[in-house]
């Protein structure tokens, strides 16, 4: 059974990167969409990002294009999210989620995926 593993979280100053990483075990990342979600305090939940295991093929929320990077070492069992220029509004929960399909679907609804891990907490504070 996949279980997935969050990391990399902590506390930065605006402006400031930082990588999280969701590692795997029990299954091998062959055909998964694997998303990143975050949680902020009263706001809704938000997918900012997916990619497809078998390709590596990727999708990004408005939000986050063009600051945030997510890649896949499949060595590693892990996915990553490089998240650069970060501000407040960044301030959130961060979690992984997958989805075992042959092709690559980025929902932005959880109940889509089969898996999640328990969040790492990212917080952006001068």
């Known amino acids: 059974q996949l279980q997935l593993v969050e990391s990399g979280g902590g506390l930065v100053q605006p402006g400031a990167s930082l990588r999280l990483s969701c590692a795997a075990s029990?299954?091998?990342?062959?055909?998964?969409?694997i998303a990143w979600f975050r949680q902020a305090p009263g706001k809704e939940l938000e997918r900012i990002s997916c990619?497809?295991?078998?390709?590596?093929?990727?999708h990004y929320a408005d939000s986050v294009k063009g600051r945030f990077t997510t890649s896949i070492d499949h060595a590693k069992q892990t996915v990553y999210l490089e998240m650069g220029s970060l501000n407040e509004e960044d301030t959130a929960v961060y979690f992984c989620?997958?989805?075992?399909?042959?092709?690559?679907?980025?929902?932005?609804?959880?109940?889509?995926?089969?898996?999640r891990g328990q969040g790492t907490q990212v917080t952006v504070s001068a």
């Open positions: 989620a997958t989805r075992r399909r042959s092709y690559f679907l980025c929902s932005r609804d959880i109940g889509d995926y089969d898996r």
């Open positions: 990619i497809f295991s078998s390709d590596g093929r990727t």
């Open positions: 029990g299954q091998v990342l062959d055909y998964f969409t």
